[in-house]
């Protein structure tokens, strides 16, 4: 494995403090003028290299240091991008759990990872007394904001008892120290904490200035505040939009247009349903986006009519980006819109499912033959052939070795390579590798539908529909018992579209059915009025719970 810069993902804040000291390291909301705008606080790269030096030594003095595992639950603000680096420069475990994934996952999270110590804004304290979370285990507590009764520490106690040395605190672990545990957004499944090791978080930074040319100097718009955490390590100044992060399709289009223009954005992450959202505005009212050298785009397939959108509101030769990669993995592959519009659009468009790029330099990627049970070593016999659909497995440094305190997952997800002593992660994704090398996406392998003589992937069945004019998205489910299922496809219609008119589209879609071999199975079809889909980016379809309502209909039929 190649030697790294640095062990712990903290040291690159310090190297951009001293490198830039004065260049604005964060600009975070802070309320609106009289007007209306929003107004805006920063750090920049020397204060919150010191403003996190002063924290890490008043949690290390509260005994919040080497091994701690640590909920953070702060909203994006100066404070969050602060006691983040604080936590690996004292030598602490963030444990980081997307609010948004519902009470019941929470705080089956929060037992999992045993938390020695909690950090949060008082609405997580509220809710942590409430529902008990790490009733058992938690036993040092800091409240960001207004404490309000209950027991602990606030961030200015945290300040003042680091105030009494100015020396800079880098906890120096080796590189496969865990770092952090950040759980999985359980759109397809049960959330899961997954180990990051200080090695992850490094590979990351310099995969991701190397895939897109990242330089430092450059100015990060991010609507996911994980991601914006890498704006730091990477010497671009973060500015986090005024939105709110767990509802990324109910963005407002005018903020996240003023916050470019106002910062001179360079560099903007965005779900597909923000994209979506942000593009359609901008394409009404012919808004053009000079600043922008590149855009990035991950969490779901983005649809080449989303790509065209917002591509026509960008300088020419900027591009969309669409990493492909899960939280256990992360980058996998890369795919730029140009790509896409020329060519794959339209090998997805007839059910060959959709391009998600080479692997990225380093990382070693293999489709394996489909199976529900954990393999135990890895063999290069596993491989399929090109063009084989198959379950997608990755190796490299950015990789996850296991799940914290899920053993059972960790079997089934991970294959032990003897000849690097390091596991494989299998992505729970189905897909084939084409000649050229690039991945092709097909879904996910909880998502297929089985039936006695044939199997369907909902990628592919979903995306010949998909290219009707009037359909926003649509989702095959299965109906009966594995192996013997009968496919049914849910249909969400554009928001323009009259549902009155339903009648003519279903029998436009049972048509589209026909003409393909994959898809002339299916002849049930029903009209669903608004997906339910995942929080962390407004994308991921929960197939599930979609299966659920079409057995409903069927019986209601």
Request: proline share 6%; charged share 20%.
């Amino acid at each position: 494995m190649a030697s790294l810069p640095y062990n712990n993902i903290a040291c690159a804040l310090a190297l951009r403090a001293k490198e830039r000291p004065h260049q604005i390291a964060v600009h975070c909301p802070a309320g609106t003028d009289d007007q209306g705008r929003v107004s805006y606080t920063h750090l920049t790269f020397q204060q919150l290299d010191r403003e996190s030096d002063l924290l890490a030594r008043g949690l290390r003095a509260n005994k919040i240091g080497d091994g701690t595992r640590t909920v953070l639950m702060v909203t994006p603000s100066l404070e969050f991008f602060a006691l983040t680096f604080a936590l690996f420069k004292a030598g602490a475990i963030p444990v980081l759990v997307d609010p948004g994934m519902g009470v019941r996952n929470l705080r089956k999270c929060l037992k999992e990872a045993q938390p020695e110590a909690f950090i949060g804004i008082p609405k997580a304290h509220i809710a942590r007394i409430l529902l008990g979370w790490g009733r058992k285990t938690i036993r040092t507590l800091v409240t960001v904001g207004s404490k309000r009764g209950w027991k602990g520490l606030t961030l200015d106690d945290i300040r003042q008892a680091g105030s009494g040395s100015e020396d800079s605190l880098h906890y120096e672990g080796s590189a496969d120290e865990t770092a952090a545990i950040l759980f999985t957004s359980g759109s397809t499944g049960v959330p899961k904490g997954a180990i990051y090791s200080h090695r992850i978080f490094v590979t990351q930074v310099l995969q991701l200035q190397q895939m897109y040319g990242i330089e430092p100097g450059e100015v990060d718009l991010s609507t996911f505040p994980l991601f914006a955490l890498f704006a730091p390590a990477l010497g671009m100044t973060a500015v986090i939009p005024d939105m709110d992060p767990t509802r990324p399709a109910q963005v407002d289009p005018v903020k996240i247009l003023n916050a470019i223009e106002a910062f001179g954005v360079s560099n903007m992450f965005g779900s597909p349903a923000l994209i979506r959202q942000v593009g359609r505005w901008g394409e009404q009212n012919d808004i053009h986006l000079s600043s922008l050298r590149r855009v990035i785009s991950a969490g779901a397939p983005v649809p080449a009519t989303v790509l065209e959108t917002f591509s026509g509101l960008l300088p020419e030769g900027t591009e969309i980006h669409t990493p492909y990669g899960a939280t256990e993995a992360l980058p996998v592959a890369t795919m730029n819109s140009q790509a896409i519009l020329q060519e794959t659009r339209y090998r997805t468009d007839v059910g060959k499912g959709v391009c998600v790029g080479r692997p990225v330099d380093g990382l070693n990627v293999a489709v394996i033959g489909i199976s529900e049970a954990p393999i135990a070593r890895w063999s290069d016999r596993l491989r399929l052939g090109p063009n084989d659909i198959g379950e997608i497995c990755v190796h490299g440094d950015q990789v996850t070795q296991a799940y914290f305190n899920r053993e059972k997952s960790t079997r089934l997800a991970k294959i032990w390579d003897p000849q690097s002593d390091r596991q494989w992660h299998r992505m729970g994704d189905l897909g084939y590798v084409d000649e050229e090398g690039r991945i092709w996406f097909c879904g996910r392998k909880s998502h297929r539908v089985i039936g006695e003589r044939k199997t369907w992937y909902t990628i592919p069945v979903e995306a010949v529909f998909n290219t009707h004019t009037e359909v926003y998205r649509t989702a095959l489910v299965g109906l009966g018992k594995t192996g013997r299922q009968t496919p049914v496809l849910c249909v969400e219609l554009t928001p323009e579209t009259d549902p009155s008119e339903w009648p003519r589209i279903k029998g436009e879609l049972e048509n589209i059915a026909g003409r393909f071999s994959h898809t002339e199975a299916i002849e049930r079809f029903l009209l669903h009025p608004a997906f339910p889909v995942d929080i962390r980016h407004n994308a991921k379809i929960f197939r599930e719970k979609l299966a659920v309502w079409a057995k409903r209909q069927k019986k209601k039929a």
